[in-house]
């Protein structure tokens, strides 16, 4: 029954979190055993605590689970089309381009991190992972994440404000963000993000 359950609801090699598992009279202390039984059978593998997946087979490889880039994208940023955190920090400056650094460690933004900042380990892989300023939802991550890498943009830019200024542009393009957005949030962030704000004059490109 709960194998058959985990195969309609999760793909092979995905992050099954213990916490999302919900079925109608199945505790979660007999859900627990279940779940053991299925390790021990080789159905199911447990990545770390609480977090499970269903092994992916292969010729060469034998079972192949998540990398914990995915788990961690799962556990702090979105699943199941519910978005609770973003990249941030050098991991974001360097996906939009403003720098050519490569960051050793992922940094992330997420509700699920009660503390201001820590750092976790999953897998071999090690993440910052901060608590956001006002709580990351589907309609506002985009936003938050734009106002939180100006926050320290001359921590990550390595080149012109004139180049910086053309990333965020095309950033602003892609996710629709209006003005409207920017000023329900930007008065949480520190002047900071006011000051890189005007001087990119990112007000000339929202609409």
Known sequence: MIYDYLQQ??????PIFFGDIAIDHISKPVLNQMLKQLCDEGKLVKYDTGIYYIPKKSRLLGNIGPNADIVARYKYIERQ??????????TLANKIGITTQVPRQVEITSNHMAA????????SR???????????????ADVLQMLDLLKNLDLYNDGSYEDASKRFYDYIIKHRINKKEVDNYIRSFPISVFKNYYELRLDHVLA
């Open 116 to 123: 201001r900042v820590r750092q976790i380990e999953l897998g």
């Open 126 to 140: 090690k993440f910052i992972i901060r608590h956001p300023v006002v709580p990351v939802t589907n309609d506002n």
């Open 9 to 14: 609801n999760y793909k092979e090699a995905e």
């Open 81 to 90: 089309g519910q978005i609770n955190g973003y990249y941030s920090g050098n």
